[in-house]
Nanobody, 113 residues
Framework: VQLQASGGGLVQAGGSLTLSCAASGKILSGNVMGWYRQGPGKPRERVAVAISGGRATYADSVKGRFTIFRDNAKNMVYLQMNNLKPEDTAVYYC????????WGQGTLVTVSS
């Protein structure tokens, strides 16, 4: 499975961005796709994940601000990020998980104060 993430950039605090991730290869049903991030000097943390055809879970720090949604027909996952804060600055990684974990290359989100 290959993952291609896009959509990162520079935004002011309070702004919005949408990240996209396209999965290709042998995509199996019942997979999990989602987003992790790694800020400067911080460990990688889970942001949001969604089971195909099922529920999504969010980190407490992004609840109410970020929304993950999937287009299973296109093997895409998106992360709508609203009311961005400087502490959201990080490299965001897309994840596909089914019979192993697969990661995208990361896309940088920078939120200026």
């Amino acid at each position: 499975v290959q993952l291609q993430a896009s959509g990162g950039g520079l935004v002011q605090a309070g702004g919005s961005l949408t990240l996209s991730c396209a999965a290709s290869g042998k995509i199996l049903s019942g997979n999990v796709m989602g987003w992790y991030r790694q800020g400067p000097g911080k460990p990688r943390e889970r942001v949001a994940v969604a089971i195909s055809g099922g529920r999504a879970t969010y980190a407490d720090s992004v609840k109410g601000r970020f929304t993950i949604f999937r287009d299973n027909a296109k093997n895409m996952v998106y992360l709508q990020m609203n009311n961005l804060k400087p502490e959201d600055t990080a490299v965001y990684y897309c994840l596909y998980s089914k019979s192993g974990d697969y990661w995208g290359q990361g896309t940088l989100v920078t939120v200026s104060s």
